[in-house]
């Protein structure tokens, strides 16, 4: 399956505001939402690209090379978005787009260990220049620990179960060396298989977003990202489970802030520098017929926040 760009009109209409200017792409993946970016915003409009997956972004290059020099990639986590933005002196950006989890592409290679349903290695690794795998992780995290990982970044209801079971399999030299023999042993902790979702849809998630540092990098980007925006720039954010959008929309409330009435006359401003407004109250999901098209969008959000000042 090619990878689908979501929320992509929602996205860009949202985004390009005016014909011209800087915009970020900082998980530029297959370069979808990128190129629609550049096409809206017109022949002056520029692009820094990131992507920590060396693979994702020898497509994107593919994909933006029409765009000429109006493009800079880099090989990069989004947590280093100030320091890539400053090494080539992009500030004052338009827009900045941040399409959060793991994409279609990183799904369909087994050889990535991403996915349960092949039988490939525990990996799941977006940069694969880093050490840590999965296979490493479990190998590492003590009982209270993995539990901890599976509660926290999979909202798993039994982790302390699912944790037990990899554990003593870790112990006693036979953990799976497979996605589909991990997947396998989280079913069988659980119970057997039961409903639409598969049991271990969110031991995968957690140990994924472990391996990966997702959710300390998010923390790192957003701040970046808003203070790079000019006034009446925009920074949208697609995510695609519960931890991240509460991040997001917590980031966003917080710079929404407000002006609090002084007892003495006046008022005070109570939130976070920059200041900003989030363009839409709620966050944008896909449509039906989206889903219909692209299944795997059927869990996404899409949040805007323009900085004002």
């Known amino acids: 399956m090619v990878h689908v760009p979501v929320l992509l009109e929602e996205t860009v209409s949202r985004l390009v505001t005016a014909p011209g200017g800087w915009f970020v792409d900082g998980t530029v993946g297959a370069g979808g939402h990128s190129v629609a970016l550049l096409a809206a915003a017109g022949l002056d409009a520029r692009l820094l690209a990131l992507d920590r997956d060396a693979e994702a972004l020898s497509l994107a290059r593919a994909a933006l090379a029409p765009f000429g020099e109006r493009v800079i990639t880099a090989q990069a986590n989004f947590a280093e978005l100030g320091t890539v933005a400053a090494q080539h002196g992009v500030r004052n950006v338009q827009g900045v787009l941040l399409d959060l989890g793991v994409s279609s592409m990183q799904l369909n290679q087994p050889e990535r260990g991403f996915s349960f349903l092949g039988a490939g290695p525990l990996d799941m690794r977006m940069d694969t220049r880093q050490e840590l795998t999965a296979a490493r992780l479990l190998e590492q995290l003590t009982l209270d620990e993995l539990t901890d990982v599976l509660r926290r970044y999979g909202e798993e209801l039994m982790a302390r179960r699912v944790a037990k079971a990899i554990h003593a399999a870790v112990e006693q030299g036979q953990l799976p060396t497979t996605t589909a023999e991990l997947a396998e042993l989280v079913a069988e902790?659980?119970?057997?298989?039961?409903?639409?979702?598969?049991?271990?849809?969110?031991?995968?998630?957690?140990?994924?977003?472990?391996?990966?540092?997702?959710?300390?990098?998010?923390?790192?980007?957003?701040?970046?990202?808003?203070?790079?925006?000019?006034?009446?720039?925009?920074?949208?954010?697609?995510?695609?489970?519960?931890?991240?959008?509460?991040?997001?929309?917590?980031?966003?409330?917080?710079?929404?802030?407000?002006?609090?009435?002084?007892?003495?006359?006046?008022?005070?401003?109570?939130?976070?520098?920059?200041?900003?407004?989030r363009v839409v109250r709620k966050a944008i999901v896909p449509t039906p017929e989206e889903v219909a098209r692209n299944p795997r969008a059927r869990s996404a959000k899409l949040r805007v926040l323009e900085r004002l000042v």
Do not use: Y
């Open 189 to 277: 902790a659980k119970g057997g298989r039961r409903g639409r979702t598969h049991p271990a849809t969110q031991t995968f998630q957690a140990l994924r977003i472990a391996v990966n540092g997702e959710l300390a990098a998010l923390s790192a980007v957003l701040p970046a990202a808003l203070d790079l925006l000019a006034p009446g720039g925009r920074l949208a954010v697609i995510s695609f489970h519960s931890l991240e959008d509460r991040m997001v929309k917590q980031f966003m409330a917080a710079h929404e802030g407000r002006d609090e009435a002084l007892a003495q006359g006046g008022s005070r401003w109570s939130g976070h520098l920059p200041r900003g407004r």
